[in-house]
């Protein structure tokens, strides 16, 4: 069975700095697709950003990039210039047949 | 275009009895799955329908059940209700199955007493 591990049940970051979210996963599958989500407090998830395993180059999606590592089966979000806005639960997914979650990082912001 | 939509936003239920939850993905999207999220457990795979047909199921009991409509609404039903039922149910829609990212709805938030 695919799992997905968070070692960082939360993390803070100052206003305006970078933070690194871990996250690794297991399978013996050699096509799937990785994801993070984003859940505010009471709020919606929301994608944030999406990885192809078939693809060697890292998602980006403005300040939200990934470090993609295939063969460590390591997927990390980095947050570039934090914004208060980013407060959340960051949650790491994995997809092939369904879609596996890992248990999330609170990630608090710091004014 | 509009989101996933959720009814009811919460509900308030005994332990035995029976609940329907119901899901509408956005539109175009074919794929409805189901989670179930609580503190303890985190976010947990319930089941994924495609086309009107069970596509994929997580580890759960019986008592936890789908379906999907022909316009790609979906309904999860939960009989004998439990008190390790209270969760936030989840509903996600993607265009196809596997390659597709899941957008979320807002989620039910049901609680057994």
């Known amino acids: 069975a695919q799992t997905v591990t968070q070692s960082q049940p939360e993390m803070s970051v100052q206003e305006a700095e970078t933070v690194t979210l871990s996250c690794t996963y297991d399978t013996s599958e050699s096509d799937y697709y990785l994801f993070w989500y984003k859940q505010p407090p009471s709020r919606q998830m929301i994608l944030v950003i999406r990885q192809e395993a078939y693809k060697q180059q890292n998602a980006t999606e403005n300040r939200f990039s990934v470090n993609f590592q295939k063969a460590a089966k390591s997927f990390s979000l980095k947050i570039s210039d934090s914004q208060l806005g980013d407060a959340a639960m960051y949650f790491c997914a994995y997809r092939s047949n369904d879609m596996r979650f890992g248990a999330g990082t609170r990630l608090t912001v710091k004014p | 275009k509009a989101g996933v939509t959720q009814t009811p936003r919460y509900l308030i239920k005994t332990r035995g009895q029976q609940v329907t939850l119901s899901c509408s993905p956005i539109?175009?999207?074919?794929?409805v799955s189901w989670y179930q999220q609580t503190p303890g457990q985190g976010l947990q795979f319930l089941f994924e329908y495609f086309s009107e047909t069970q596509r994929n199921k997580g580890n759960f009991p019986g008592r936890f059940s789908g379906r999907q409509f022909s316009n790609s609404r979906s309904e999860m039903n939960v009989s004998t209700l439990e008190l390790g039922d209270s969760a936030l149910y989840l509903c996600?829609?993607?265009?196809?199955?596997?390659?597709?990212?899941?957008?979320f709805g807002p989620g039910t938030r049901l609680t057994v007493t």
């Open positions: 539109s175009g999207h074919r794929s």
């Open positions: 996600a829609s993607s265009k196809g199955q596997r390659t597709y990212e899941q957008y």
